[in-house]
């Protein structure tokens, strides 16, 4: 199999507590499918993160209790806009700029998928339920393993390439946990998968040789049992050993 491949994963933070910390499943996604879980703590100095990301062979920006700051796009902050951890916001910009500037592959996995379309000059909706008409439910509850709603996928995509995604017979069907959504979708990036409210559920990045690819749902929770969620941490591990 060779060396495993070294995955940087930025952490949160308990305001409560003062806390760094990272929900297990992230780690033990990456570790399952080959590569090493490296915690990248939110420390927004741009001397610290290069440092960091220095070694590593790619980027998975996990999914947070939190919401991207509203300014980072321009706006002005929704009603219904949740907790804003400006360490969280900063530490995830500044590893975004250098894991494009390394050209590191990577995953953005729900808020990380959001925080990647912002980073890229696009723009969120900051509150699906009051801003989507005639949206479904987004923030499922527990069970969070649960497939809850069904998506649809574009042809020619990284996410219809998986074999589980072409070999699935009926709908695809994916977790949800989240209140916002990507909106404006930002430079280089393009909407591969919608649910059928129109809400985005995934982005992956437009230019060759490039693999960036965010998902709204939670594929962490779910890949011990779901062939989808397995193949899309596979997929990513391997690309990871490649560079």
Same mark, same amino acid.
């Given at each position: ?31 399952? !499918? ?19 990301? /220095? ?6 920006? *996990? ?41 590191? *592959? ?86 591969? /998968? ?7 559920? !995934? ?15 939670? *594929? ?19 690309? !990871?050993?490649?560079?």
């Amino acid at each position: 199999m060779g060396k495993r491949p070294r995955i940087g994963i930025t952490m949160r933070l308990e305001m409560e507590t003062r806390r760094f910390y990272l929900g297990r499943d992230y780690s033990e996604a990456i570790e399952a !499918c080959g590569g090493v879980p490296v915690q990248i703590a939110l420390i927004p100095k741009a001397e610290y993160i290069a440092e960091a990301v /220095a070694g590593l062979d790619g980027i998975l920006l *996990p999914g947070s209790n939190t919401d991207v700051d509203p300014h980072y796009y321009g706006e002005e902050p929704h009603h219904r806009l949740g907790t804003v951890v400006t360490e969280k916001d900063q530490t995830d910009q500044l590893v975004l700029a250098e894991a494009e500037r390394l050209g590191l *592959p990577l995953l953005g996995i729900c808020y990380g998928m959001q925080a990647l379309n912002v980073y890229r000059g696009g723009s969120l909706i900051q509150d699906i339920e009051s801003q989507v008409k005639g949206s479904h439910k987004h923030e499922q509850g527990a069970p969070h393993t649960r497939n809850s709603h069904s998506l649809r996928v574009a042809k020619g995509s990284v996410l219809a390439s998986l074999a589980s995604v072409k070999g699935a017979k009926g709908d695809l069907r994916v977790n949800s946990s989240h209140h916002q959504a990507v909106n404006k979708v930002g430079k280089n990036l393009k909407a591969v /998968a919608w649910a059928k409210d129109g809400v985005i559920e !995934c982005v992956e990045d437009m230019r060759k040789g490039r693999f960036i690819i965010g998902v709204q749902w939670h *594929p962490e929770m779910t890949s011990p049992t779901d062939a989808v969620s397995r193949e899309i941490f596979e997929l990513f591990v391997e690309k !990871c050993r490649k560079t």
